[in-house]
């Protein structure tokens, strides 16, 4: 991002140039080759630029040990879950990064941010991972959790990876191993959506979404994904959607910790009425993932057998 007149508002800037102006190094730890799929601000990013960054790396795969991608923070986690749940059985490493303070700046992160991104990207690490804040994270793990902190992710349910300080140290029990051939999975549908439960919000509001077309939808419920009961009920809601062949999953607004919807009894009556939990996956994995599920499963069932498969470590 750079800075743009007259109010100095940052916005997209030449990606190419500031690599090699500002921080020529990186050609010291490797041979770059830099390729723009789009520049954008990554509040933008969606299916679409998924699906462009995914045929960008299918094409260059063989012609790289390693593949870089710098990206916006906002929806950083959702391209790196949507990257892992599309290159399965990667064979190198695929590592995203970005910044809090942009490189014009004097003092700013992203310097540092690339500059690890790149040497771990000559590194034995076949998954999609982020890494930020000398930190190494399994990229359908990570969640953003801090907008003004050089440690802006955290991986909540899951250990780090590595870390990058005086060595890079790599916690190689949690890394997969690498495979034989790369799988691809490409394609996104688009019918899913999520809808955040709050105290005395009437699931009546959300009634009309059942007509839209939408195929699964997360309720991200309270603590380990307890369900208002009394004044609003929303069991009706979840029996309404699941009768209508849509997929319901109840996940928890809580950072850290799993669902475990046998713990209350709100939450046993949406499982025996038919709705299914996320665990431990993060919100932002799960909708991604749903998105995926979506273009290949046919039924509400083959939505869950397929939600629940482990493709990428996400479980």
Do not use: C
């Not at 990064?97 to 992160?109: A, F, I, K, V």
Request: aromatic share 8%; charged share 20%.
């Amino acid at each position: 991002m750079v800075p743009t007149a007259p109010d100095e508002i940052l916005a997209p800037g030449n990606i190419q140039n500031q690599l090699l102006t500002h921080v020529p190094e990186i050609e010291k730890i490797a041979r770059i080759d830099v390729k723009i799929p789009f520049n954008m601000d990554s509040s933008d990013i969606g299916v679409k630029e998924w699906n462009a960054i995914l045929q960008l790396i299918i094409d260059s795969y063989h012609s790289y040990d390693g593949i870089v991608i710098i990206h916006g923070t906002d929806t950083m986690v959702y391209t790196a879950s949507a990257l892992s749940f599309s290159l399965q059985q990667l064979q190198k490493p695929v590592v995203l990064t970005g910044s809090q303070r942009p490189l014009y700046h004097l003092r700013n992160d992203a310097r540092s941010n690339l500059i690890d991104a790149i040497e771990l990207a000559t590194m034995d690490i076949p998954e999609v991972v982020i890494v930020f804040g000398q930190t190494i994270l399994r990229g359908n793990r990570a969640k953003k959790i801090s907008t003004t902190s050089y440690d802006a992710f955290e991986s909540p349910n899951y250990p780090p990876l590595g870390s990058l300080d005086l060595k890079i140290h790599l916690n190689n029990a949690f890394i997969y191993p690498s495979r034989r051939k790369l799988k691809v999975l490409s394609g996104f549908e688009t019918k899913a959506s999520a809808i955040h439960i709050l105290p005395s919000t009437h699931p009546d509001y959300f009634l009309p979404l059942l007509d839209t077309g939408l195929r699964a939808i997360i309720l991200l419920a309270f603590g380990a994904g307890n369900l208002p009961e009394f004044s609003p009920n929303w069991l009706p809601f979840i029996e309404e959607a699941l009768q209508k062949d849509i997929a319901i999953f109840i996940g928890s607004q809580s950072i850290h910790g799993a669902t475990d919807l046998k713990l209350y009894e709100s939450g046993q009556k949406a499982l025996k009425a038919g709705a299914e939990q996320l665990g431990e996956m993060t919100s932002e994995a799960a909708y991604v993932k749903l998105l995926k599920v979506l273009s290949i499963a046919q039924s509400k069932e083959e939505i869950y057998q397929k939600f629940f498969e482990n493709w990428a470590g996400e479980f």
